[in-house]
């Protein structure tokens, strides 16, 4: 992932993991900040209740806004695994 702006704080290292309608987000080891998959909206659970990363397809992955209870907070840029390999090779 990448900060494109906003308050978010620098994403290196920074993964999503998302199975079908779940996922976590994970900073290195640190435990993981769960959310649930609704449409192209990553919804955060407890303790991060009115976080919501709004996604939209890229070309090489996502571009994507956080929101926190309904206001913009930052911007970033995720790409897939897969997608990030390939660049690198």
């Not at 704080?9 to 998302?18: F, N, Q």
């Not at 080891?29 to 919804?43: K, N, S």
């Amino acid at each position: 992932m990448q900060r494109c702006g906003g308050f978010l704080p620098p994403l290196g290292g920074v993964r999503k993991e998302i199975a079908g309608r779940q996922g976590t987000t994970r900073l290195a080891m640190l435990p993981g900040a769960r959310f649930d998959v609704i449409g192209l909206e990553l919804h955060y659970r407890f303790p991060f209740v009115g976080v919501v990363d709004v996604l939209a397809p890229s070309d090489d992955g996502f571009s994507g806004r956080t929101l926190m209870f309904g206001r913009e907070i930052g911007s970033f840029r995720m790409t897939l695994l897969g997608a990030e390999r390939k660049a690198t090779d």
